[in-house]
């Protein structure tokens, strides 16, 4: 008899080692998923300036091409956006390293009200441009 269940045995020690084997992976990738945060500090007076944080809490560093920063309103399909401020086209791409955050600064001219009577119900967003993705919409205020 213990012939016979030997090869029994075996598959089912096969079979439990590759489903722990592909839940281990599965956490992996789950754990090294591409993550990012948008964060505001924004002021009124505009000699300080208002400071949009874009952190990176993946892994792995990337490169930002391109952003925008805009005034939404409405909701999908009938969503509406007005271009608020966007990078300099003299401007560099920017790597993100990993765990790390990159800082958007709007002072002076740049600078932009975020009070009720300027946004007239509108929200802030920006527009990341990522290089390798799609872009990605993310509300900064309100929050």
């Not at 754990?31 to 300036?49: A, H, I, K, P, W």
């Not at 400071?51 to 091409?65: A, D, G, V, Y």
Request: charged letters at 25%.
């Amino acid at each position: 008899m213990a012939v016979e269940s030997t090869p029994s045995l075996i598959a089912w020690w096969g079979a439990g080692l590759s489903t722990v084997l592909a839940v281990i992976k599965g956490l992996e990738i789950w754990r090294d998923r591409f993550q990012l945060e948008v964060d505001y500090n924004l002021v009124s007076d505009e000699s300080m300036g208002n400071t949009i944080l874009i952190r990176n809490l993946s892994s792995r560093p990337f490169i930002l091409t391109y952003w925008e920063l805009l005034y939404g309103s409405g909701r999908w399909p009938r969503r509406k956006f007005e271009a608020l401020s966007s990078r300099e086209y003299d401007e560099r791409d920017c790597k993100i390293e990993p765990h790390t955050t990159h800082e958007l600064y709007f002072a002076d001219e740049r600078h932009f009200d975020w009070g009720h009577k300027s946004l007239k119900g509108r929200k802030i967003c920006i527009r990341l441009h990522i290089a390798g993705r799609k872009s990605i919409l993310r509300l900064v205020y309100p929050s």
